[in-house]
C-alpha cells in the first residue's frame, strides 16, 4: 500500500539559511499534519491542513510556514534556521471528512534536518 | 487541553515473556486513544487506536490494548515479545473532531521497550 512520502530524507543547511520539506500524502487524504521531534522528545504538532486550507496550528514559529496544493502535497518553509530547528519532522496524513473510523493519522518517514 | 503521560522512559522484557507499555490520559470528553511505533531513524507507524465501542482493541503484529475510562488508561499489551518489538513506543490522544477540537495528535514521552533474548 502507498505510504506518505517525504523529501529529502536529510538535509544539512547553515544557521540562518531557508529550507524546504515536502510531504505527499496518502492518495486520497486530504489532511496533512506537520510534526516536529526534537532529539529523545515525542513529537509536537506544528500546523495542519484540510483541503488546501490551514485548519489547526500549533507550535510552529513565525520564521516557517506551510501550504498544501491542488494536488494536497504539502510543503514547509523554514526561514532564518536556528541551531534549535535540527530536529526530525513528520508529515502525516489522514482520510477524508469527520468519519472518525478514517481519521487515523499514517506518519511518513521524516526528514532529518541539521542546522551547523 | 489533552495530555498523555507515559510514566515508564523504558520497559525490559524477555522474549516470550508478556509485555505491557503504559499509558494514561487526560481530555475532556471521550478520548480517541492511540499507539505507535517508532524504530531507530524511522517513522511513527500506526499500531492500534480506541474511538469506541469493545475496551480491548486488537491491533498489528500481535499487540492488544486495552481501554479503561474510570483508570484513564490505555495500556499496551502483547501475550509474548519478540526481540524484533525492541523499539520506542508512543500513546497519542485527541478529542473527537465532533467537539469542535483540532484534530492533532498529543504524544506521550515515549516508552523504549526492549526485549532480551
Known amino acids: 500500500a502507498a505510504g506518505v512520502i517525504q523529501s529529502p530524507r536529510h538535509l544539512i543547511k547553515e544557521k540562518r539559511e531557508t529550507a524546504t520539506l515536502k510531504c505527499y500524502p496518502i492518495?486520497?487524504?486530504?489532511?496533512v499534519y506537520w510534526y516536529q521531534q526534537g532529539p529523545g522528545q515525542d513529537p509536537q504538532f506544528l500546523i495542519s491542513f484540510y483541503e488546501k486550507m490551514q485548519s489547526d496550528k500549533g507550535s510552529i514559529p513565525d520564521r516557517f510556514s506551510a501550504q498544501q496544493f491542488s494536488d494536497y502535497h504539502s510543503e514547509l518553509n523554514m526561514s532564518s534556521l536556528e541551531l534549535g530547528d535540527s530536529a526530525l519532522y513528520f508529515c502525516?496524513?489522514?482520510?477524508?471528512?469527520?468519519?472518525?473510523?478514517?481519521?487515523?493519522?499514517?506518519f511518513g518517514p521524516g526528514t532529518r534536518l541539521t542546522v551547523l | 487541553a489533552q495530555s498523555v503521560a507515559q510514566p515508564e522512559d523504558q520497559v525490559n522484557v524477555a522474549e516470550g515473556n508478556p509485555l505491557t507499555v503504559k499509558c494514561t490520559y487526560s481530555?475532556?470528553?471521550?478520548?480517541?486513544l492511540f499507539w505507535y511505533v517508532q524504530y531507530p531513524n524511522r517513522g511513527l507507524q500506526f499500531l492500534l487506536k480506541y474511538i469506541t465501542g469493545d475496551n480491548l482493541v486488537k491491533g498489528s503484529y500481535g499487540f492488544e490494548a486495552e481501554f479503561n475510562k474510570s483508570q484513564t488508561s490505555f495500556h499496551l499489551k502483547k501475550p509474548s515479545a519478540l526481540v524484533s518489538d525492541s523499539a520506542l513506543y508512543f500513546c497519542?490522544?485527541?478529542?473527537?473532531?465532533?467537539?469542535?477540537?483540532?484534530?492533532?495528535?498529543?504524544f506521550g514521552s515515549g516508552t523504549q521497550l526492549t526485549v532480551l533474548p
Open positions: 492518495p486520497r487524504h486530504d489532511t
Open positions: 497519542a490522544v485527541r478529542v473527537p473532531i465532533s467537539s469542535g477540537s483540532a484534530r492533532q495528535l498529543t
Open positions: 481530555v475532556s470528553g471521550n478520548p480517541y
Open positions: 502525516a496524513s489522514s482520510g477524508h471528512g469527520s468519519t472518525e473510523t478514517t481519521d487515523t493519522q499514517y
